[in-house]
């Protein structure tokens, strides 16, 4: 007969006042930087932070250890050690945030946003040719990767599943996920150097480019996604008397297109703030083009580069047009991830 | 509109993995067929070939001819979408379709087909479908409502009304009432022996009960051991299997002497 020995029979256990953790943050912060005084002899914030988050680690380890226990003690361990290496994730962010804020805002201005670069020589002018030509440029490269990258994803996920041809392009997928973003702009380049004579440059040039990053991840956002719908519906589907295609239309697609959405908009995202292909592929132009076929576009990344690389004799007022134009490419990005929540919420499937 | 079914030494199997072994039975129209046995011993996947869902996963196949009124689910030329059409399922877990409302589910089979329907014959469905089985008075002020919000009983109930509103010649259920309370399982075992007059039904059940309520024949399956093929050891009409099955397996297995 075994019984099982309990370690303690009673269920309390001690608890720390809930104004333990505030107070030793604040105790924490204060000796850290009093330390980091005493060791540099001047206030270094990098080392008092560090030191008041060591000091902290530690209070907590043996307060916690003492009232509460070992099993207790390695929660908040855990908990701020992931709390910890969060803020520190987040950092780069908040200061990358700021430095484009503080110095875009001075530019971003109506100007900005209705004149191009058009006989501009120093200060002025705007970037509205660049603004444009980004959407039209990523715009025509959503076009073009979709339809490819779902139907491949479509074919990946329903109809190949484990069959050579299935394995062979999954393995040219993840190949194309890893070519350099220069590349595929010489690709584009060459393509439509041989199609419309050399030397030729144009936004549909530049949409290629971007397509040829777009689509693997298109393909693999959208076939990992289709394989979460549960094969039970595709089996309702089929048990109806729907044929396949049809289920995937009406049944796969609609159930999985909330996601499908938010894997477009991250693939846009992805490929909204290259520099190099577009460059090579769309060039550079002062003035507003509003033809893709034809002659140089610019864009976005390709404006703040410019502005940046070549500044004229004015240099602020390029350096402050470059700023105001990663500004508005953040904002883009920003506002095309808030419109695909709000598209996959619209479609997400509903419980109540 | 009720057809009858046959096979002969059906096997079917997985991959290399032969899941059933030389199925020998007729199932005759208008009645109920309960397929009993212990678990993992095929009546699955016995049932997903009468109406050809065995095939749609990966490297399983089917040897042998299933008879629909004499012609072959397995003959050359024969379309498995039509099959379906004519040979309704129910599954062993609820499945409505998350993205429908509960009347969209019911009429799932004719709005993903395309077809079209007056608006008013379409209600006239959902309604009979519903009340069919037996959900209309709960769900009749919420039709609009999304199907999976519905509890799993309930769920289960509205796949039903989804397979009927199909007016298939056979309706396979695959433990219909495995999720749902006694008063459901009333609900739709006179269901069952409701549809039997139009239909040729196929039911299977752990329910013993169950089984002895409803079914007119009675098909015992069995499984030697794990990794072996299951089989059918008897069948008959359900008074006799439950009284005096001529296999000891069966009796032993109706009484609980099993294993
Ligand atoms: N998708 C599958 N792939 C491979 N083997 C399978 C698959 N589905 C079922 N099997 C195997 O086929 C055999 C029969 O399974 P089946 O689901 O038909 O049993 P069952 O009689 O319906 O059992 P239960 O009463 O538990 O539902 C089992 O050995 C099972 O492991
Ligand atoms: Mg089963």
Known sequence: MATIVHA???????????????????????????????FTGGANIGLAVALAYLLFLLVMEIATRVVEGPRQASDRRATNLVVGAFVLALLPLGSLVWEVLSKGIPRFDVPFFSQSMRNVVGAGGGAIHAVWGTVYVTGMATLISVPIGLLTAIYLAEYGVRNRLSKAITFFVDVMT???????????????????????????????????????????????????????????????????????????????????????????????????????????????NNNLFENPMM?????????????????????????????????????????????????????? | MSKRIETTDLNVYYGNFRAVEDVTITIEPRSVTAFIGPSGCGKSTFLRTLNRMHEVIPGAYVEGEVLLDGENLYGPGVDPVRVRRQVGMVFQ???????????????????????RMPKADQDDLVERSLRGANLWEEVKNRLDLPGSGLSGGQQQRLCIARAIAMEP???????????????????????????????????????????????????????????????????????????????????????????
């Not at chain 1, 953790?21 to 924490?28: M, N, Y």
């Not at chain 1, 004229?312 to 990663?326: E, H, L, N």
């Not at chain 2, 006799?240 to 296999?247: R, T």
């Open chain 1, 178 to 288: 890893g070519v350099p973003s220069i590349v595929a702009g010489l690709f584009a380049y060459a393509l439509m150097g041989l199609l419309l004579g050399p030397g030729s440059r144009s936004g549909f040039a530049g949409s290629i480019a971007l397509s040829v990053l777009m689509i693997p991840v298109v393909v693999r956002s959208s076939e990992e996604l289709l394989k979460l719908v549960p094969n039970e519906l595709r089996e309702a589907a089929y048990a109806l008397g729907v044929p396949k295609w049809l289920t995937i239309v009406k049944v796969v697609l609609p159930t999985a297109v909330s996601g499908l959405v938010s894997g477009v908009i991250l693939a846009i995202a992805r490929v909204i703030g290259e520099t190099a292909p577009l460059l090579i592929a769309a060039g550079f132009t002062a003035s507003m």
């Open chain 2, 93 to 115: 877990r609820p499945n409505p379709f998350p993205t429908m409302s509960i009347k969209e589910n019911v009429l799932a089979g004719i709005r993903l087909n395309n077809r």
């Open chain 2, 169 to 259: 010649q056979v309706l396979l259920m695959d433990e219909p009432c495995s999720a749902l309370d006694p008063i459901s399982t009333l609900a739709i075992e006179d269901l069952m022996s409701e549809l039997k007059e139009q239909y040729t039904i196929v039911i299977v059940t752990h329910n013993m009960q169950q089984a002895a309520r409803v079914s007119d024949v009675t098909a015992f399956f069995n499984i030697a051991g794990t990794g072996s093929p299951g089989k059918l050891i008897e069948v008959g009409p359900t008074d006799k299997i439950f009284s005096a099955p001529d296999v000891q397996a069966t009796e032993d297995y109706i009484s609980g002497r099993f294993g």
């Open chain 1, 299 to 352: 864009t976005l990344p390709v404006f703040v580069y410019d502005s940046y690389a070549h500044p004229g004799t004015d240099v602020q007022a390029y350096w402050d047009r470059a700023w105001a134009g990663a500004l508005t490419l953040i904002l883009i990005v920003m506002i095309l991830n808030l419109a695909g929540r709000l598209i996959a919420r619209r479609f997400a499937p509903k419980t109540r």
């Open chain 1, 8 to 38: 303690a029979e009673t269920l309390t256990a001690g608890r720390l006042p809930r104004a333990t953790v505030p107070v030793s943050l604040v105790g924490s912060v204060l000796l850290g930087y009093a330390l980091a005084i005493l």
